[in-house]
């Protein structure tokens, strides 16, 4: 029996040897990957390994009154929705984010995460803001909304700063469809959140989409030019991002048809918006926003007259 019992000891060793070299090799290949392996098993405090997204930086939407009473709203306009559980690099890894053919090579996550960024520090400037992540579930291979998808990767990647309430002062839209969209349905979230409409507006997005959103989008909804500002933000040319590219893009599938059709109602934007919505969500803005409720539904011909939208009341 006794030498049966050593036998066993020897043979034991190197088979755990071989166990926790394989684990460790493990381990360095994700990290070599620039991914990170969460082993699962407790702390040396005593608590299971996991990742929290909801920092020490969080904190309660409207603690202290800060967003109901917020004046300005800052709109970041959302392009895409996460389709990973790691978003600590999302603001360099595609495999977080689900991209479009045309979106990948693009520098799209660190886009994303200059937008957030840019947001932020917007709403950090100003107290009496709403920063509102704008998006719908525009894609029919995951389930989530752009909005959110925004909060969620700024949250993991520690974004908010310290010191600041600006955790406080962030909603999400999850019903736009296009860029139209993000602006008319934002300005709803910010009169169900605060009880009124925000005095000014600023929108966060890329460069080349400044002209569709000052000279088309604003002057549609009949926002006043003097109350609202435009923050374009492109990755660097590094990560892929071809401007010139991206400006022919926007006028061909974007500016010419806004153009034509300023309320996204027919031809090509109403085609977009079909194949964005294919969860078929309809959004409740005309119920909780009844004031908005001509605007909701204008298609002209021509812009709406100013007498018919809130803000000009």
């Given at each position: 029996m006794q030498r049966r019992r050593r036998t066993k000891q020897r043979h034991l060793s190197p088979f755990l040897a071989f166990c926790i070299g394989s684990l460790a090799g493990f381990y360095v290949f994700g990290l070599l990957l620039g991914r990170k392996v969460i082993i699962s098993g407790q702390s040396s405090s005593g608590e299971t390994g996991r990742k929290l997204w909801v920092g020490p930086n969080a904190m309660p939407f409207d603690k202290n009154s800060a967003a109901r009473n917020a004046k300005h709203l800052i709109v970041v306009a959302g392009h895409s929705t996460i389709i990973s559980g790691d978003?600590?690099?999302?603001?360099?890894?595609?495999?977080?984010?689900f991209l479009l053919e045309y979106q990948k090579g693009q520098g799209l996550p660190q886009a994303i995460k200059a937008h957030i960024s840019t947001g932020i520090n917007e709403a950090k400037r100003d107290p009496e803001s709403l920063l509102v992540f704008s998006g719908g579930e525009t894609r029919a291979m995951t389930v989530g909304s752009e909005g959110p998808s925004y909060v969620y990767a700024a949250d993991a990647m520690n974004m908010w700063p310290q010191g600041s309430n600006v955790r406080a002062r962030v909603a999400t839209e999850?019903?736009?469809l296009d860029s139209f969209q993000n602006l008319l349905f934002s300005i709803c979230r910010f009169k169900e959140l605060t009880g009124r409409f925000p005095t000014k507006i600023s929108v966060v997005s890329f460069t080349f989409k400044r002209?569709?959103?000052e000279t088309l989008h604003a002057p549609a909804i009949r926002w006043p030019a003097h109350r609202f500002s435009y923050l374009g933000v492109n990755p660097p040319p590094s990560t892929g991002?071809?401007?010139e590219k991206s400006m022919q893009g926007e006028l061909q599938n974007a500016a010419k048809p806004f153009e034509n059709d300023p309320y996204g109602c027919?031809?090509?934007?109403?085609?977009?918006?079909l194949e964005r919505n294919p969860f078929h969500?309809?959004?409740?803005y005309p119920l909780s926003c009844p004031e908005m409720q001509d605007i909701l539904s204008w298609c002209g011909p021509g812009?709406?007259?100013?007498?018919?939208v809130p803000w000009y009341v």
């Amino acid at each position: 029996m006794q030498r049966r019992r050593r036998t066993k000891q020897r043979h034991l060793s190197p088979f755990l040897a071989f166990c926790i070299g394989s684990l460790a090799g493990f381990y360095v290949f994700g990290l070599l990957l620039g991914r990170k392996v969460i082993i699962s098993g407790q702390s040396s405090s005593g608590e299971t390994g996991r990742k929290l997204w909801v920092g020490p930086n969080a904190m309660p939407f409207d603690k202290n009154s800060a967003a109901r009473n917020a004046k300005h709203l800052i709109v970041v306009a959302g392009h895409s929705t996460i389709i990973s559980g790691d978003l600590e690099d999302a603001g360099e890894d595609e495999s977080d984010w689900f991209l479009l053919e045309y979106q990948k090579g693009q520098g799209l996550p660190q886009a994303i995460k200059a937008h957030i960024s840019t947001g932020i520090n917007e709403a950090k400037r100003d107290p009496e803001s709403l920063l509102v992540f704008s998006g719908g579930e525009t894609r029919a291979m995951t389930v989530g909304s752009e909005g959110p998808s925004y909060v969620y990767a700024a949250d993991a990647m520690n974004m908010w700063p310290q010191g600041s309430n600006v955790r406080a002062r962030v909603a999400t839209e999850e019903y736009a469809l296009d860029s139209f969209q993000n602006l008319l349905f934002s300005i709803c979230r910010f009169k169900e959140l605060t009880g009124r409409f925000p005095t000014k507006i600023s929108v966060v997005s890329f460069t080349f989409k400044r002209r569709r959103f000052e000279t088309l989008h604003a002057p549609a909804i009949r926002w006043p030019a003097h109350r609202f500002s435009y923050l374009g933000v492109n990755p660097p040319p590094s990560t892929g991002f071809n401007l010139e590219k991206s400006m022919q893009g926007e006028l061909q599938n974007a500016a010419k048809p806004f153009e034509n059709d300023p309320y996204g109602c027919a031809g090509i934007l109403r085609k977009k918006r079909l194949e964005r919505n294919p969860f078929h969500r309809t959004a409740p803005y005309p119920l909780s926003c009844p004031e908005m409720q001509d605007i909701l539904s204008w298609c002209g011909p021509g812009f709406i007259p100013k007498t018919m939208v809130p803000w000009y009341v």
